[in-house]
Nanobody, 126 residues
Framework: QAQLVESGGGLVQAGGSLRLSCAAS????????IGWFRRAPGKEREFVAA????????YYSDSVKGRFTISKDNAENMVYLQMDSLRPEDTAIYSC???????????????????WGQGTQATVSS
């Protein structure tokens, strides 16, 4: 059964960094695009970043481009989201998810993702 487990959230000051981790079961990791989404208080869930199953392509939302980096470790079945230059508006619950799509047109859409983790809280203080 597909399983995604996030870790690495916490509290950090504005300008600081956090690295989120997503542990994926082997069958998912080797065949699916992994994406990160976030839900801020009082807001809808939004796309943050995604990496295709081979790691050849990465995608970012405009709000995090240049500050966040998504990567994967094939040996450990892990996907990471390195978040630098954090801002208070980055405060959210961050969830990773798995999808069979890999094209730019749909990779940011929540409906493209079939499996979801429980999420990890990241809080950025001003």
């Amino acid at each position: 059964q597909a399983q995604l487990v996030e870790s690495g959230g916490g509290l950090v000051q504005a300008g600081g960094s956090l690295r989120l981790s997503c542990a994926a079961s082997g069958s998912i990791f080797r065949t699916h695009t992994i994406g990160w989404f976030r839900r801020a208080p009082g807001k809808e869930r939004e796309f943050v970043a995604a990496i295709t199953w081979r790691g050849a392509n990465t995608y970012y939302s405009d709000s995090v481009k240049g500050r966040f980096t998504i990567s994967k470790d094939n040996a450990e079945n892990m996907v990471y989201l390195q978040m630098d230059s954090l801002r208070p508006e980055d405060t959210a619950i961050y969830s990773c998810a798995a999808s069979t799509v890999f094209t730019a047109q749909v990779i940011g859409a929540m409906k493209s993702y079939s499996f979801w983790g429980q999420g990890t809280q990241a809080t950025v203080s001003s």
